[in-house]
């Protein structure tokens, strides 16, 4: 079992969209469209952001939205803002052993 | 509103087992819809999933960690544990249990708890 592959930073500034790419293999990423996405402020548990590859959960502001291609999911974040300023991590379900991966994380900075 | 909430020893000695719990409220651990996992993080790294438990008792084990890895659940007292055998230094890290849905995706989590272990 691999992680799944984040950049290790972005960076964007306030008002600006960014893009965060999470690739994984045919046995997880590439087969379901099961991807989600968590917000992690220092200090606290993770908050889900996107479920099932593009559903965002009642609560989560539709400028964080979810999309991918083939081995490749995405997590784009537009009209940037301060508060935005989080580690991302992306988790796909995988076929082998009913398990799940986790991406190394990507901390974004507002400048 | 769901809440989980995990406990145990914040200290645990070389080798020895950690053993967590991990207790639900504001919901039913006996639902179908659910699995029901345990996630860590060590200090300033990223997210490892640990295993997932069924309210049935069917478990889901990291192949990395299977060896040293228990899950148990207690449908009386809404609670499901974790137990790590053999730990070492490097399972130092922040311990969360999480309610897992449509593609064991984790969705309600539960606020950490630090397990150091020490020699």
């Known amino acids: 079992q691999s992680a799944l592959t984040q950049p290790a930073s972005v960076s964007g500034s306030p008002g600006q969209s960014i893009t965060i790419s999470c690739t994984g293999t045919?046995?997880?990423?590439?087969?379901?469209?099961?991807v989600s996405w968590y917000q992690q402020l220092p200090g606290k548990a993770p908050k889900l952001m996107i479920y099932?590859?593009?559903k965002r959960p009642s609560g989560v502001s539709n400028r964080f939205s979810g999309s991918k291609s083939g081995n490749t999911a995405s997590l784009t974040i537009s009209g940037l803002q301060a508060e935005d300023e989080a580690d991302y991590y992306c988790c796909s379900y995988a076929s082998s052993s009913s398990y799940v991966v986790f991406g190394g994380g990507t901390k974004l900075t507002v400048l | 509103q769901l809440q989980l909430q995990e406990s145990g020893p914040g200290l645990v000695k070389s080798s020895e087992t950690l053993s967590l719990t991990c207790t639900v409220s504001?919901?039913?651990?006996?639902?179908?819809?659910?699995?029901w996992g345990w996630i860590r993080q060590p200090p300033g790294k990223g997210l490892e999933w640990i295993g997932s438990i069924y309210y049935s008792g069917n478990t889901y084990y990291n192949p990395s960690l299977k060896s040293r890895v228990t899950m148990s659940v207690d449908t009386s007292k809404n609670q499901f544990s974790l137990k790590l055998s053999s730990v070492t230094a490097a399972d130092t890290a922040v311990y969360h249990c999480?309610?897992?849905?449509?593609?064991?995706?984790?969705?309600?989590w539960g606020q950490g708890t630090l397990v150091t272990v020490s020699s």
């Open positions: 504001g919901g039913s651990i006996s639902s179908s819809t659910y699995y």
């Open positions: 999480a309610r897992q849905g449509p593609g064991k995706a984790p969705d309600y």
């Open positions: 099932e590859g593009s």
């Open positions: 045919s046995s997880d990423v590439g087969i379901y469209d099961l």
